[in-house]
Every structure is written in structure tokens, then in C-alpha cells.
């Protein structure tokens, strides 16, 4: 299914279905399973849900980008640490961020993080599951929707997983089909 979903991507066959939303309402509502597990393997997950727009964008994509790096946080985080998912605003456009106080990611390790089947770590693929696909679709997802995945991390300390989602918001998208 990941091949599957790369292989469109890179064939341009993926287009973006938008839809007015409210950015925070979008997050907070697909992070609730994700609190749950957390709270299972008694980790901590907070919400610091910001940006408070409305905005044409399209959510199967956001989605499915959220899964992953929730997925991930989740997997790489001791218990007794702490995800963290933001949103707010920065440059005109809506910052999303999954931070956590997890194993973090090695200066090496970072500039292979996103290419396809790479795995930090080869002994914890049977531990953990996962193919190495998961960071190399979310970064095609946020580069169809015209923005990156900025990584910062720091080896036992954590990890922040951001990107910058370039926005129509929902009064200007209202105007233009007004004027048509």
C-alpha cells in the first residue's frame, strides 16, 4: 500500500481534494485515538491547538501526514515522556508540529530521515514494524501541497516534525467564487 502511495505521487497521480475546515478542529479530532494510546503506554500527548482559521486544504492528506508522524512519536517515545501537537500561525501560513521528548534522531541519521526504505535503527525493524516508507510519503504529501517537513532533533532529548501548510483561506476562497 505504501509503494502504491509513493509510486502515484511520483506519477503526479495523487490530486488535492479541498475542503473548507477548521484547521484545529481537523487536528484535535484525529489526534483523539492517538491520546488514548499514548495514555495506554502511559506517555503523555498535549494539544496546543492555535491557528484558529478556517481554510480550504485537503484533509485526507493532512491526515494521512499525521498519522505517520503520530505513529512515529508514539513508537520513539519512552513511557513518562511527552508528544506534543501544535498548530498556529507564522508567515501567513498554518504551522502544524508533532514534538516529542522521545530518542530524537542523530545529525547523520537526518539527512537520510526521509529517503525511502531508510530506518535508523535495522535491529528495531522487527520491534517496531514498519517498512521505512511512512517519512518518505509524508514528505511527498507536504511537497504536493507546496510546502516541506523541517526536522529538528537532538540524540536522546527528541524530536520536531513541522510543516508549513500554504492555506486559501475560507473568506478569500468564498470572494473568488463570488466574482465567478
Do not use: W
Amino acid at each position: 500500500k505504501d509503494l502504491m502511495i509513493l509510486a502515484r505521487a511520483d506519477e503526479n497521480n495523487i490530486k488535492l481534494n479541498k475542503e473548507k475546515v477548521d484547521i484545529d478542529e481537523l487536528i484535535d479530532g484525529m489526534a483523539k485515538p492517538y491520546i488514548e494510546m499514548a495514555e495506554f503506554e502511559e506517555k503523555q500527548m498535549k494539544l496546543n491547538l492555535q491557528y484558529e482559521e478556517e481554510a480550504f486544504i485537503d484533509t485526507s492528506k493532512i491526515y494521512q501526514v499525521m498519522v505517520i508522524l503520530l505513529d512515529n512519536a508514539i513508537k520513539y517515545t519512552e513511557k513518562g515522556d511527552c508528544i506534543e501537537i501544535n498548530t498556529y500561525s507564522k508567515d501567513g501560513k498554518c504551522v502544524i508540529e508533532v514534538k516529542d521528548t522521545g530518542i530524537g534522531i542523530s545529525e547523520e541519521a537526518i539527512t537520510h530521515i526521509f529517503d525511502r526504505f531508510y530506518r535508523v535503527d535495522k535491529a528495531r525493524s522487527r520491534e517496531t514494524g514498519g517498512t521505512g516508507l511512512g517519512l518518505a510519503i509524508s514528505n511527498r504529501l507536504v511537497h504536493m501541497m507546496d510546502s516541506e517537513i523541517e526536522l529538528q532533533s537532538e540524540l536522546g532529548k527528541g524530536s520536531i516534525f513541522g510543516f508549513h501548510v500554504t492555506l486559501e483561506l475560507a473568506q478569500d476562497q468564498e470572494e473568488v467564487k463570488k466574482a465567478e
